[in-house]
């Protein structure tokens, strides 16, 4: 079992800019990607950029592609979210996600949060006008 801690999260004027940590702890060496995900209030938990923890790949959902950067510290065992040029519809809790390694059989498997296996707390990003 992983355990993820996110941190970052903050109030942030419309235009600004935050970085998303999320720090893994335990079986990190069976991590196979890492997710952000994102929940506002009344609103389905949506996908928001994944990273492959070996290889590096990465991918971004459309609403974000652009502005959102994500990265990975293999060292420090800790991802990241840089957030730029933040709009009122970025504003939800933010969430990470870990998944080992498995058979996947779907294209875009890790747009799913059904995929990912550990889960940190959320942080809350505020975006006010």
């Known amino acids: 079992q992983v355990q993820l801690v996110e941190s970052g999260g903050g109030l942030v004027q419309t235009g600004g800019s935050l970085r998303l940590s999320c720090a893994a702890s335990g079986r990190t060496v069976s991590t196979y990607a890492l997710g952000w995900f994102r929940q506002a209030p009344g609103k389905e938990r949506e996908f928001v950029a994944a990273?492959?923890?070996?290889?590096?790949?990465?991918y971004y959902a459309d609403s974000v592609k652009g502005r959102f950067t994500i990265s990975r510290d293999n060292a420090k065992n800790t991802m990241y979210l840089q957030m730029n040029n933040l709009k009122a519809e970025d504003m939800a809790v933010y969430y990470c996600?870990?998944?080992?390694?498995?058979?996947?059989?779907?294209?875009?498997?890790?747009?799913?949060?059904?995929?990912?296996?550990?889960w940190g707390q959320g942080t809350q990003v505020t975006v006010s006008s």
């Open positions: 990273i492959m923890w070996s290889g590096g790949s990465t």
């Open positions: 996600a870990a998944t080992g390694a498995r058979p996947r059989h779907r294209p875009l498997w890790y747009i799913n949060y059904a995929e990912y296996d550990s």
